[in-house]
């Protein structure tokens, strides 16, 4: 038996009345790659960041190569040799790759004998690992993917044999995430041992050499991933059985109901994010759009939502044009029958500091249903809150709670809940299920085509490729601002990935 | 995880927290007593019995109150909408000007009752018309509230000045104030009421903006958490993005809720001009729109709070400045840093003890913060 590189042995860790963590155990061997899994607030990061000197447990015992260790801050962590990579990335945006490098590590007071030494040692870590990445290239200037790069390369050259990764496929290509995992393979053939923090279940069986199962802060299972299979860990995972991909029929496409053409939109610094984008949405159908994060999917969802102007083009919304001239009223779009489900609910689809009725008329305050005069009306909301809570099976079931203290799904199923009880003809969803835990994905998919079913025109925007699949009838791939491809529900992934690439373009233009 | 402490109950959230701070800043305070060699008990006794041990002090205590609730609400109305405006100052001072044209064209003609209410509408008129500008200029031009609205103060100042040394003043007299008001613009005393109770009182200022004022506190208390604009207030507040998203305008909420909050700061003026002074005297405000800033702070914005704030700070100056006439070694300049104290644990360190109390309440009984003790189902 190969030796451990970390055991964590009984770790209890509270926030308050909270238990993160309840008696923890867990053995991760040195030079395997070790996946942990969990749905969101199962307690994973609160037991990384444990390990990491964020927090400290209440009680139990780390052991970092069978000596018992005592972490008390980031530092210790990385003097035992434990690095991490964050999900959102730790870097400085305007510095070059080697002074974000060495930042935090400088090795004199002056800085450049501190970078001329990191020069050196880069580029022996950059050689021994296939890591890649130009030293003197400013951070903003580069991919995601090579970010997440120089994440890794920090870690390694603060002498790092242990490298925990958070939810690091969040933001990559399949083909950037694939490089990633040959990466982590390189990484582990070097000796180097990898804790892989995620919640894509094929991702851990496809580079994983074992899996933990974290639920409710408890560590449920912990199995080698060949002798496990992904619906034995969703069932782990989330406690009954799931039903991984939706049962739908066949889509009967009606009358168009909204017209997007020839649509163009820059964003705040004048870059064009979308290129001239024609696309049709019919009753009946969910339309998806596939892409990377950051290729104009945000902003044509807020153009067509009427909350940023568009430079040219028409959106018709049942045949009548929408203002996109940044001066319409979402509030009059609404009364039109378009409802929109933003991306980033914590700041745009919901207030979170707002009690959950308040929340369930965002955006429909000036609903006189709503209101007395000039006075909110509360019975009637409070009263239209239950009904939705009841309706969405929101937990927990107060409409007096403050919305930040539900979870992420819940949170998620009082916007949709909001927006699909206005009976919208058309709804325009961005990234359905972000941040969502796998049993509340299931109920959303179930409610999403049901709107489909009553014959409403569905516009879901997502980055993960599986929901777009199992969900839509008709896929668009955007990259750089414009589609690039339209396929069917049967597309496979790698057809998709290599859409979303942008590769075929790359193939037209030579 | 997200959020690793979970929410106080109300009445510790708006009671033990500020109860805390406050007897923190005491204790402190109390140091700097010992400091300049005065027994910090005796100071602490004096200082509240000024303030309400007699009749005279609790209506000289309530006379500031008022003061301070007018300006309190002031800054709560802006901050409900994500504003913070510092120019409560210059807003009431400005106000000053409406209410010396209406009181000094009508207090020969119309008895005060009708005086009042004109003199109301101008203050708050003034006050909003004040707080506008510095608004436009945030909703359209983007130019930050907080520059303009502290430039708005000087400039305020320095007009104030002007038409106090120049055309408001009487001819042949040399202090920098209008003539006193005629009885139509002198508004009745309160004192009776605390009369009433028994205590007997000489002479003291409390007069019926107490009462504005704290009508005033409960149509805040409508506004903000009762009515669409409200709502609309709150939206945008706490999130510029959510409230485009939700079809409000910018433009509308921000100028709205500015004219709002400078319309209260204006009314504050009522209180000292035709409460006491009976005339606009140079730099009647002195300093009230910033203690403002702290009521509305330790009120937690809240109507309720910032009236409990008010009678706090009005205690402060009513029993400051008998400590001050008790104990020699405590000059004014040791009340305003005692003032000081209150306001840095009240306002700047306001989330200090919070962790503790948070962690000490879950700990005893986790369902009185809200949570059901790690139960099943997160969906």
Redesign the interface.
């Known amino acids: 038996m190969a030796q451990a590189a970390i055991e964590l042995i009984g770790i209890n860790k509270s926030?308050?009345?909270?238990?993160?963590n309840r008696d923890i155990n867990l053995e991760v061997t040195r030079g395997t790659i070790h996946g942990i899994v969990g749905?969101?607030?199962a307690?994973k990061?609160?037991l990384m960041s444990i390990l990491y000197g964020f927090y400290q447990a209440d009680s139990g015992e780390i052991r970092v190569g069978g000596e018992p260790a005592s972490i008390k801050t980031s530092n210790d962590a990385i003097a035992l040799g434990i690095g991490m990579v964050h999900q959102h990335f730790m870097l400085v945006d305007n510095f070059t790759v080697l002074e974000n490098i060495i930042l935090g590590a400088e090795s004199d007071a002056l800085l450049k004998r501190s970078i001329a030494k990191a020069r050196s040692e880069l580029e022996r870590l950059e050689r021994e690992y296939g890591l890649e990445v130009d030293p003197d290239a400013i951070i903003e200037e580069l991919p995601v993917g090579l970010q997440q790069r120089v994440e890794i390369l920090k870690a390694l050259y603060r002498g790092a044999e242990i490298l925990i990764l958070d939810e690091p496929t969040g933001v990559l290509t399949p083909a950037e995430a694939d490089h990633l995992f040959r990466i982590l393979k390189q990484l582990k053939e070097q000796g180097k041992t990898v804790v892989l923090i995620t919640h894509k279940l094929r991702e851990i069986m496809a580079i994983t050499d074992n899996v933990s199962v974290m639920r409710?802060?408890t560590m449920v299972a912990t199995r080698e991933t060949a002798k496990t299979t992904v619906e034995e860990l969703a069932e782990l995972m989330v406690?009954r059985r799931v039903l991984l991909r939706v049962e739908k029929g066949e889509a009967e496409a009606g009358a168009v109901k909204l017209a997007v053409k020839n649509l163009t939109v820059k964003d705040s610094r004048g870059v064009t994010m979308v290129d001239d984008i024609s696309f049709d949405i019919r009753a009946g159908e969910i339309v998806g759009i596939a892409g990377v994060a950051g290729n104009g999917q945000s902003e044509l969802l807020e153009a067509i939502?009427g909350?940023r102007r568009a430079v040219s083009g028409s959106v018709m919304l049942d045949g009548k044009p929408i203002d996109l001239t940044g001066a319409a009223?979402?509030?009059?779009l609404?009364d039109r029958g378009l409802a929109?489900v933003?991306e980033?609910r914590h700041?745009?689809?919901?207030?979170?500091?707002?009690e959950e009725n308040?929340n369930s008329i965002?955006?429909y305050?000036?609903d006189p249903r709503y209101?007395k005069g000039?006075?909110?009306n509360?019975d009637v909301i409070m009263a239209d809150a239950k009904d939705k809570i009841e309706k969405y099976?929101i937990?927990?079931g107060n409409p007096r709670?403050?919305t930040?203290?539900f979870?992420g799904?819940?949170q998620q199923?009082i916007v949709l809940a909001r927006e699909m009880e206005q009976d919208p003809g058309v709804l325009i969803v961005g990234q359905p299920t972000r941040g969502v835990?796998v049993?509340?994905i299931e109920?959303i998919h179930k409610r999403l085509i049901a709107m489909r079913d009553q014959g409403k025109a569905v516009l879901v925007v997502s980055v993960e490729l599986d929901e777009i699949r199992s969900l839509s009838d008709r896929i668009l791939v955007m990259f750089a601002g414009r589609i690039v491809g339209e396929r069917g529900p049967e597309a496979t992934e790698g057809e998709l990935g290599l859409l979303m690439a942008g590769v075929e373009q790359q193939e037209a233009a030579q | 995880m997200s959020t690793p402490y979970a929410k106080l109950p109300a009445w510790a959230d708006y009671g033990l927290i500020p109860l805390i701070n406050l007897s923190v800043a005491f204790i402190v305070a109390g140091f700097v007593v010992l400091l300049v060699g005065e027994n910090p008990f005796r100071a602490a006794v004096i200082l509240v019995e000024g303030a309400f041990g007699k009749g005279t002090g609790i209506a000289f205590t309530l006379f500031y109150a008022t003061t301070f609730i007018f300006t309190g609400l002031s800054v709560a109305v802006a901050a409900h909408c994500g504003l913070f405006n510092i120019g409560t100052e210059g807003q009431a001072y400005i106000a000053g000007l409406g209410i010396a044209i209406v009181c000094l064209s009508f207090d020969s003609v119309l008895p005060w009752w009708l005086t009042f209410p004109l003199a109301i509408v101008a203050a708050a008129l003034v006050g909003a018309l004040w707080a506008l500008i510095p608004a436009y200029l945030q909703a359209k031009r983007g130019s930050h509230i907080v520059i303009t609205t502290i430039m708005f103060n000087f400039i305020a100042a320095s007009i104030m000045v002007y038409l106090l040394v120049g055309p408001l003043k009487p001819a042949a007299s040399q202090a920098p104030q209008t003539r006193n008001f005629l009885a139509g613009a002198e508004l009745p005393k309160l004192n009776w009421i605390i009369e009433l109770f028994g205590a007997k009182i000489r002479s003291a200022p409390l007069n019926v903006c107490f009462l504005l004022a704290l009508v005033m506190a409960f149509l805040v208390w409508l506004l903000i958490w009762r009515t669409k604009l409200g709502y609309e207030m709150r939206t945008y507040g706490h999130s510029p993005k959510a409230a485009r998203y939700a079809g409000i305008s910018e433009t509308r909420i921000v100028l709205t809720a500015m004219m709002i909050s400078g319309a209260l700061a204006g009314m504050m003026a009522l209180n000292p001009v035709m409460g006491d002074q009976h005339n606009v005297a140079i730099d009647f405000v002195s300093g009230a729109g910033f203690v403002g800033i702290a009521v509305a702070l330790m009120g937690r914005l809240h109507p309720v709070g910032i009236v409990l704030a008010a009678i706090l700070f009005g205690m402060l100056y009513q029993g400051g400045a008998e400590l001050a006439f008790e104990m020699p070694a405590i000059s004014r300049d040791m009340i305003v840093i005692i003032q000081g104290l209150v306001i840095l644990f009240a306002g700047a360190l306001e989330h200090m003890f919070r962790p503790y109390v948070q962690a000490l309440f879950a700990s005893f009984s986790p369902r009185s913060v809200g949570m059901e003790a790690v139960k099943g189902k997160g969906a």
């Open positions: 926030f308050g009345a909270v238990r993160a749905e969101n607030g307690g990061s609160t409710q802060g406690g939502s909350i009223d979402p509030g009059e609404r929109h933003p980033d700041h745009v689809g919901l207030v979170l500091a707002f308040e965002l955006g305050h000036d209101l000039p006075f909110l509360i099976d937990r927990p709670l403050k930040a203290n979870s799904g819940n199923k835990d049993g509340a109920f």
